[in-house]
Nanobody, 127 residues
Framework: QVQLVESGGGLVQAGGSLRLSCAASGRTFSRYVMAWFRQAPKKEREFVAAIHWSTGTTSYADSVKGRFTISRDNAKNTVYLQMNSLKPEDTAVYYC????????????????????WGQGTQVTVSS
């Protein structure tokens, strides 16, 4: 089992920045993908960004590309999401997730690829 705890959410004005953190515990990681998803009220959960734990390969949703950066600290078992140039449409609950058995060629944006999820942290961007 893996436990994930998100932090860093809050209220920010449009154009501002936030950095989210996700601390993982319970096991060490090797061939894992860690990702951020988000869910706004009355909307489906959507993919934001992902990173391969060991190689550092990243993937981003088109809506955040160029504004958000995902990174990880292997020693701390922590993944980060640096969010810049925030927009009101970025308002959502952000969730951290871990997937350990993603097949080659399968999209990292599919929620079913992830076995472990955090409780989420609220990000609100005011206009």
């Amino acid at each position: 089992q893996v436990q994930l705890v998100e932090s860093g959410g809050g209220l920010v004005q449009a154009g501002g920045s936030l950095r989210l953190s996700c601390a993982a515990s319970g096991r060490t990681f090797s061939r894992y993908v860690m990702a951020w998803f988000r869910q706004a009220p009355k909307k489906e959960r959507e993919f934001v960004a992902a990173i391969h734990w060991s190689t550092g390969t990243t993937s981003y949703a088109d809506s955040v590309k160029g504004r958000f950066t995902i990174s990880r600290d292997n020693a701390k078992n922590t993944v980060y999401l640096q969010m810049n140039s925030l927009k009101p449409e970025d308002t959502a609950v952000y969730y951290c997730a871990v997937g350990g058995n993603i097949r080659y060629g399968s999209s990292w944006s599919y929620p079913y690829n992830y076995e472990y999820w955090g409780q989420g942290t609220q990000v609100t961007v005011s206009s």
